[in-house]
């Protein structure tokens, strides 16, 4: 874990509204620093590490079809994260003009729940990825 990195993350997330609201970051803010391997999909089978599911949201980011992918971060759980731990985050945002059971296929690797959606926006969370037109909100999780 690098410390400054997650440290930093907190921070951004805190000011953000983290403490209160769902705040979404994008892949490169979450997955920047942290190995830690609960931070997200936590009951992904044991031998998937989380290189597996940051490379297959990467992946999923460049589909010509996907437009944008954020992680959205739970309310943050801790005043002071310990040294092993990361904000957690239960599920993506994935602004697509692909079908929920289309970003099921293309995430299966990463032992994915079924998609929500699709859906015009994603208001809830604060700063949520733009929906341009001809595209909607996908909501992927992990149980």
Same mark, same amino acid.
């Given at each position: 874990?690098?410390? $400054?990195?997650?440290? /930093?993350? #907190?921070?951004? $997330?805190?000011?953000?509204?983290?403490?209160?609201?769902?705040?979404? #970051?994008?892949?490169?803010?979450?997955?920047?620093?942290?190995?830690?391997?609960?931070? !997200?999909? @936590?009951?992904?089978?044991?031998?998937?590490?989380?290189?597996? $599911?940051?490379?297959?949201?990467?992946?999923?980011?460049?589909? @010509?079809?996907?437009?944008? $992918?954020?992680?959205?971060?739970? #309310?943050?759980?801790?005043?002071?994260? @310990?040294?092993?731990?990361?904000?957690? /985050?239960?599920?993506?945002?994935? !602004?697509?003009?692909?079908q929920p059971e289309e970003v099921d296929a293309m995430t299966v690797e990463a032992d994915t729940e079924c998609s929500g959606g699709p859906a015009a926006q994603a208001d809830w969370?604060?700063?949520?990825?733009? #929906? @341009?037109?001809?595209?909607?909100?996908?909501?992927?999780?992990?149980?």
């Amino acid at each position: 874990m690098d410390l $400054v990195k997650q440290t /930093a993350f #907190v921070e951004h $997330v805190r000011q953000r509204g983290g403490a209160s609201a769902q705040v979404a #970051v994008t892949l490169e803010q979450f997955f920047d620093g942290n190995d830690c391997e609960w931070s !997200i999909a @936590p009951n992904r089978p044991e031998d998937m590490p989380l290189e597996t $599911v940051r490379r297959v949201l990467l992946e999923l980011r460049e589909h @010509p079809e996907v437009h944008d $992918v954020r992680v959205e971060l739970d #309310v943050l759980e801790f005043q002071d994260f @310990p040294d092993d731990e990361w904000p957690f /985050a239960s599920g993506v945002a994935v !602004i697509t003009t692909l079908q929920p059971e289309e970003v099921d296929a293309m995430t299966v690797e990463a032992d994915t729940e079924c998609s929500g959606g699709p859906a015009a926006q994603a208001d809830w969370l604060v700063d949520g990825p733009a #929906v @341009p037109e001809g595209h909607h909100y996908v909501g992927v999780w992990w149980d």
